[in-house]
C-alpha cells in the first residue's frame, strides 16, 4: 500500500492576498505542478484595447503533488495555505480526484466569455441529473445540468465540490447522454 504521504495528488490551497500567481511560479522553480483557473480580460483605455490573463479566483491555486513535498515547499511560501474540509474531528487538506481535476483544467482551458464561475457559497447548487458531453470541446467531461438563479437556460457545470464550479451555456441536449 502507498503511503498517502508519498502519492501524488491535487490539492486545493489558498495563496492569501491575490498571490496564488506569485505561488505558481515559486512552485515551478521547485518542479511541482500547479494550476491557477484563468480568464481572458479585455480592457479598453483610450484608443488601445488590451486582453491579458488573470485569475478567475483571487487566491485559489490546485497543487500536484506528494504530499511531505508540498508541506516542505509550504514551509518556504508563508503565505500558501490548504483549503481544509472537516474530517473525524480534524482539519484535513482537500484532495481533489485526479479524474476529477483533469476534467476541470479542459474546462477552464476551453471557455469562452459566457462561462460563469462560481465559487465559494455559490458552488452550492440543487443536484441535478448527472450528465457526460458526447462531442465538442467538452467531449468525455461529467457534470451536472443545473438552473443558477437568474438565468434563464440550464447549464452544465463542472465542479470541485465546495470550492469551484465552471457553468458553461450553449450545450444542446445531442452532445448530452445520462450516466
Known amino acids: 500500500m502507498i503511503s498517502c504521504e508519498t502519492e501524488v495528488r491535487w490539492f486545493a490551497m489558498r495563496a492569501t492576498y491575490g498571490r496564488n500567481l506569485m505561488a505558481q511560479r515559486l512552485l515551478e522553480t521547485h518542479k511541482i505542478e500547479?494550476?491557477?483557473?484563468?480568464?481572458?480580460?479585455?480592457?479598453k483605455s483610450g484608443h488601445r484595447i488590451k486582453t491579458?490573463?488573470?485569475p478567475v479566483v483571487r487566491d485559489?491555486?490546485?497543487v500536484h503533488g506528494e504530499k511531505a513535498e508540498i508541506q516542505e515547499i509550504k514551509g518556504?511560501?508563508?503565505?500558501?495555505h490548504y483549503i481544509t474540509t472537516p474530517s473525524a474531528g480534524r482539519n484535513t487538506p482537500t484532495i481533489v480526484p485526479d479524474e476529477q481535476m483533469k476534467q476541470f483544467i479542459s474546462v477552464c482551458n476551453e471557455m469562452?466569455?459566457?462561462?460563469?464561475?462560481?465559487?465559494?457559497?455559490?458552488?452550492?447548487?440543487?443536484?441535478?441529473?448527472?450528465?457526460r458531453i458526447t462531442?465538442?470541446?467538452?467531449?468525455?467531461c461529467e457534470g451536472r445540468l443545473v438552473k443558477i438563479e437568474g438565468k434563464r437556460s440550464k447549464r452544465f457545470v463542472v465542479a470541485i465540490e465546495g470550492i469551484i464550479a465552471v457553468a458553461v451555456s450553449g450545450i444542446t441536449a445531442d452532445k448530452i447522454e445520462k450516466i
Open 34 to 43: 500547479s494550476f491557477v483557473p484563468m480568464r481572458k480580460r479585455t480592457v
Open 52 to 54: 491579458d490573463l488573470i
Open 60 to 62: 485559489l491555486i490546485f
Open 76 to 80: 518556504r511560501i508563508p503565505y500558501l
Open 112 to 131: 469562452d466569455d459566457s462561462a460563469e464561475i462560481l465559487a465559494g457559497e455559490e458552488v452550492r447548487f440543487d443536484i441535478g441529473e448527472k450528465v
Open 135 to 140: 462531442s465538442g470541446a467538452f467531449k468525455g
